[in-house]
């Protein structure tokens, strides 16, 4: 398992749940904590050229694990279930972008909010058949560009759609396709899951990237998260990929971001 923080750029909306803004300083900082990669919050391929971020990157010698997209959400309203077909081919295309970014930097792609929201107008399985279309028209360009698409559970006090590990796993099995996966984020788990363990355990088959941040969101061990156990229960069922820290910037940035890589880096030391 390798261990990355979040970050994003310095015009991102406030709900990007990351310590440090400002691609280029965030980058070397996270180098300096000892993070083994960052993961980019990105609105637009564009984004990803105008910041400049392949020379920064190059520069720090630093990996990418995931391109995260709640900013094509909160910031630019787009999402894959929405009732505009025009807004949905506008989502599926900032996406195919952002997957050649991903390409180009051997990173995943993620879906969080951006799936969208059941609403009064349609049946929840209306909005799974406009979900699995969206997601369906992706493939493609995951495909030409070898790239992973991971769709992470969010709590029910942010979304009303696919809250849960079970939810988004019984939606893959009906994808049915091997690039997409599941991003289990442990701070939803703990509002959502039955039991963290248990659901990491349940659905290790689909797990492909995962978010780390305590009960309160804050760094690990200022709630009452026990990862020791849970990173001891994803060794367990062989997961060997990236774990993410998404963290609020309390008390202040340098402070959490530190923290937290006290806190977990000895667990990912060892490999
Ligand atoms: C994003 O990774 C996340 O966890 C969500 O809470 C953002 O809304
Ligand atoms: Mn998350």
Request: aromatic share 8%; charged share 25%.
């Amino acid at each position: 398992m390798k261990l990355a923080i979040a970050i994003a750029s310095e015009k991102a909306e406030h709900s990007a749940f990351v310590v440090w803004r400002g691609f280029g300083p965030a980058i070397e900082k996270a180098k300096r904590a000892g993070f083994q990669g960052v993961e980019l919050a990105l609105r637009s391929e564009r984004e990803f050229e105008s910041e400049g971020l392949a020379e920064i990157l190059q520069r720090n010698k630093m990996s990418v694990s995931c391109v995260s997209t709640g900013q094509v959400f909160a910031a630019d309203g787009l999402y894959f279930t929405h009732e505009d077909p025009a807004v949905r081919k506008r989502t599926v295309e900032i996406f195919q972008g952002l997957i050649r970014v991903a390409g180009r930097l051997g990173a995943m792609v993620n879906i969080g909010r951006a799936r969208g929201l059941l609403t009064p107008e349609r049946t929840r399985e209306e909005t799974e058949a406009l979900f699995l279309d969206s997601l369906s028209q992706l493939i493609p360009e995951m495909e030409r560009c070898h790239v992973d698409v991971v769709i992470e559970p969010v709590n029910r006090y942010e979304i009303n759609y696919l809250n849960n590990t079970d939810e988004v796993c019984a939606l893959l099995r009906k994808l049915h396709h091997p690039r997409f996966g599941v991003m289990p984020d442990v701070f939803h788990m703990n509002i959502e899951d039955d039991d963290i363990c248990e659901s990491l355990k349940r659905n290790r088959e689909y797990i492909k990237y995962v978010h780390l941040a305590d009960s309160n969101r804050y760094y690990p061990g200022r709630g009452h998260l026990n990862f020791e156990k849970i990173l001891g229960t994803l060794r367990t069922v062989g997961y060997q990929g990236w774990c993410a820290v998404e963290i609020l910037p309390d008390p202040d940035p340098d402070t959490a971001a530190f923290s937290a890589a006290e806190a977990l880096l000895p667990f990912f030391s060892a490999e």
